[in-house]
């Protein structure tokens, strides 16, 4: 496997259903983001992890809960999710360096996900 | 807060031709990023360009180009020779220069859908 991969590619779940997205990066980066993709609607950034640790959370509701066990993998856990939660969820990586060092962020195919 | 808006939900091109992408934003800093991403049926995005806010010269990579205009905010993509498997969505995408710990998010407009007609 190469780059950012995504699992599953396509998600059904029901609102009382509790599933987890994983996220894997190959690259060697030390920062994982998730990102949401709705109809009509910018990418909204949810997640940002850094070395780590979880340096941002644009007031996520808490049925969304990620997780980055080691600088390669990011989790997204799902709990009683409503049907407006459905979209394409983006897992992203990036090397960052230092405070004002930007490189560029590699994005994973995505997990279409439905909610019944 | 950052903005960036795309005006363009959907253009069309034909064959050959050079189509321009429009990309306005809104920032109070004086340093950032730009950037454009594809992101074509498949759905992995991809960056096709991306700009500096500190350089003046516009950024090229082979058939995209940007028309950088940092008093007007505005960040337009030109894609010369369109060929087939250009289309796709294009979203145009802002990041601060500083960030608060590292790692920073990108901020993105809609997306215009690019149609090459053969």
């Known amino acids: 496997e190469t780059g950012v991969t995504q699992t599953p590619r396509h998600l059904v779940m029901g609102m009382t259903n509790k599933k987890s997205l994983k996220c894997e990066q190959h690259?060697?980066?030390?920062?994982m983001y998730w990102y949401k993709q709705s109809a009509k609607k910018p990418l909204e950034l949810m997640f940002v992890y850094n070395f780590k640790e979880q340096t941002e959370n644009n007031s996520v509701p808490s049925r969304f809960s990620p997780e980055c066990p080691n600088s390669s993998h990011l989790f997204l856990h799902l709990h009683t999710l409503q049907p407006e939660d459905s979209a394409l969820y983006l897992c992203a990586s990036s090397q960052d360096l230092a405070r004002g060092v930007y490189n560029e962020q590699f994005f994973g195919p995505g997990t279409r996900l439905t909610v019944l | 807060a950052q903005t960036v808006t795309q005006s363009q939900p959907e253009m069309s091109v034909q064959e050959a031709e050079t189509v321009t992408l429009s990309c306005t934003y809104d920032?109070?800093?004086?340093?950032?990023?730009l950037f454009w991403y594809k992101q074509p049926p498949s759905r992995q995005m991809i960056l096709v360009i991306r700009?500096?806010?500190?350089?003046?010269q516009n950024a090229t990579e082979n058939r995209f180009s940007v028309n950088f205009q940092k008093a007007a905010k505005s960040f337009s993509l030109k894609i010369s020779d369109s060929q087939l498997g250009d289309a796709a969505m294009y979203f145009c995408?802002?990041?601060?220069?500083?960030?608060?710990?590292?790692?920073?998010?990108?901020?993105f407009g809609k997306g215009t859908h690019l149609i090459i007609q053969p």
């Open positions: 995408a802002y990041r601060s220069l500083y960030s608060g710990g590292g790692a920073d998010g990108l901020t």
């Open positions: 700009q500096e806010a500190y350089k003046q």
């Open positions: 920032t109070s800093e004086s340093d950032y990023y």
């Open positions: 690259l060697g980066h030390n920062a």
